[in-house]
């Protein structure tokens, strides 16, 4: 079964200061890797994905996300956080064996918090 | 590129109605899919509508339903509403089918008195 875990239910960081939201997986066979931000009251915005080649993900807004197999990990970072960086952060991930009929699994959030 | 659009916006409802939420996709976009965010918890996957077909279904019971038209606009049907039910409903579009990338729309708050 599919699964992703953002163990940090919170994460604090001065402005200026580099970000780390974690998150891991469990999938059969090789995963796509997905990011999105949620900013109060809005939808999920698309950050950045990974689905194969290198493990350096860049994607909007200055972030990146580094694909790690061994570590089964998806960890998003910026390496300077911004005050306006602040909002819920979800991980996602989806097997690339099967037919497309298999979901998207979100993880629960990370809620990231950027003190000016 | 107009994004993914939802109606209405908020809703106010009281135990035992039935609510209809609307999503209108990206332009090209055939898959929809409905989550539901309740206060304090993440994304819970509802429903997968792709050409008109219902692809996948979520652990919500029977009372949670939708259809996608032949334009791949849907609706979420929720009858016999409960306090619980109360959260952002979120409605998402697809363009990639090898990745699954999804597009997401604002979302409608729902509001069980």
């Known amino acids: 079964a599919q699964s992703v875990a953002q163990p940090e239910d919170q994460v604090n960081v001065a402005e200026g200061n580099p970000l780390t939201v974690k998150c891991t997986y469990s999938?059969?066979?090789?995963?796509?890797l997905f990011w999105y931000v949620q900013y109060p009251n809005r939808g999920l915005q698309f950050l950045l994905k990974y689905i194969t080649g290198d493990n350096l993900v860049k994607g909007s807004y200055g972030f990146e996300a580094e694909f790690n197999k061994s570590q089964t990990s998806f960890h998003l970072k910026k390496p300077s956080a911004l005050v306006s960086d602040s909002a819920l952060y979800f991980c996602?991930?989806?097997?690339?064996?099967?037919?497309?009929?298999?979901?998207?699994?979100f993880g629960s959030g990370t809620r990231l918090s950027i003190r000016p | 590129e107009a994004g993914v659009t939802q109606s209405p916006t908020h809703l106010i409802k009281t135990r035992g109605q039935q609510v209809t939420l609307r999503c209108s996709p990206i332009?090209?976009?055939?898959?929809v899919y409905w989550y539901q965010q309740a206060l304090g918890l993440g994304l819970q996957f509802l429903l997968w509508?792709?050409?008109?077909?219902?692809?996948n279904r979520g652990n919500f019971p029977p009372r949670f339903s939708g259809r996608q038209f032949p334009n791949y606009s849907s609706e979420l049907n929720v009858n016999a509403l409960e306090l619980e039910d109360s959260a952002l409903y979120l409605c998402?579009?697809?363009?990639?089918?090898?990745?699954?990338?999804?597009?997401f729309g604002p979302g409608t708050r729902l509001t069980v008195l």
């Open positions: 332009s090209g976009h055939t898959s």
């Open positions: 996602a991930v989806r097997s690339a064996l099967g037919s497309s009929a298999s979901k998207i699994i």
């Open positions: 509508y792709d050409e008109g077909e219902e692809r």
């Open positions: 999938v059969s066979g090789n995963p796509y």
């Open positions: 998402a579009s697809r363009v990639d089918r090898g990745t699954d990338t999804q597009y």
